[in-house]
Nanobody, 122 residues
Framework: VQLVESGGGMVHPGDSLTLSCLLS????????VGWFRQTSGTEQSFVAA????????YYAQSAEGRFTISKGDIPNTVSLRMTGLKPEDTGVYYC????????????????WGQGTQVTVSS
């Protein structure tokens, strides 16, 4: 399974950004996908995750109400729509995949993308 993130960039506070995670090498609907953020010198922190079927999703408290994760709107792609961005949302965003069941724990994920940088600054 290979994962490729895209969509990162530099934006101002309050702006919106959509990240994409293209999954290949496996049956798309059998993989749960999570998004994690990493800032310099810190561990990866959970942002959002969605189940294999795409029917169930959950979010970190900091993302609730501002971010939306979706699966399959674009073929073989999991999207993370981020609105109302804040400077503390800055970091490298990674998508990760595991079989079927979503998880908040980075250690549960087997496959990882290379990451995409998001910078929120005035």
């Amino acid at each position: 399974v290979q994962l490729v993130e895209s969509g990162g960039g530099m934006v101002h506070p309050g702006d919106s950004l959509t990240l994409s995670c293209l999954l290949s090498g496996g049956t798309f609907m059998t993989y749960a996908v999570g998004w994690f953020r990493q800032t310099s010198g810190t561990e990866q922190s959970f942002v959002a995750a969605i189940s294999g079927s795409g029917e169930r999703a959950y979010y970190a408290q900091s993302a609730e109400g501002r971010f939306t994760i979706s699966k399959g709107d674009i073929p073989n792609t999991v999207s993370l729509r981020m609105t109302g961005l804040k400077p503390e949302d800055t970091g490298v965003y990674y998508c990760a995949a595991r079989k079927i069941v979503r998880s908040r724990n980075a250690a549960d994920y087997e496959w990882w993308g290379q990451g995409t940088q998001v910078t929120v600054s005035s």
